[in-house]
């Protein structure tokens, strides 16, 4: 049977480790996974890098967002919008990284935030949450 790669969404907290980042990113490149995210989550790990490492200008973070996209030129969702309202979340700001995900059919959510994606709230919609730990141990195991 062929390999089918999971289409994942990376959450915010995600691509903030460097490394973290490019290894993720390089397992869709590699077709591994099918990537997504939307421009808000983009902002959200840009804005968070900013305040933890003060030393990264913007222009560094511009340029970190826009290969992600020049590499992954599918990975960005949009019209998730509408949706948004339907997703109950115990934190609110966090609705439309799930609607991203209902949008694009992904399958699974990857985040370290992991309490703040109840899975009872993720099946009504079809998705899981995975840490990136859990994540590449269980992509390893299927590609193995």
């Known amino acids: 049977m062929a390999f089918e790669p999971p289409v994942v969404v990376y959450d915010a907290c995600v691509p903030s480790p460097f490394h973290l980042r490019n ?12 990537a997504r995210w939307i421009d808000e989550i983009h902002d959200e790990w840009m804005r968070s890098l900013s305040v933890n490492d003060p030393k990264l200008s913007a222009k560094q973070l511009i340029a970190a967002r826009d290969l992600m996209n020049a590499v992954l030129p599918n990975a960005t969702v949009t019209g998730y919008e509408a949706v948004i309202p339907s997703i109950a979340l115990p ?10 995900a209902v949008t694009a059919h992904v399958s699974v959510i990857v985040t370290w935030n992991v309490r703040d994606f109840p899975a009872a709230e993720l099946r009504k919609h079809g998705l899981i949450r995975q840490t990136p730990d859990i994540f ?8 193995g």
């Open 23 to 34: 290894l993720l990113i390089q397992c869709a490149v590699d077709r591994l996974v099918e």
């Open 91 to 100: 934190d609110l700001d966090d609705r439309h990284v799930v609607a991203a």
């Open 136 to 143: 590449l141990t269980n992509l390893y195991n299927q590609k």
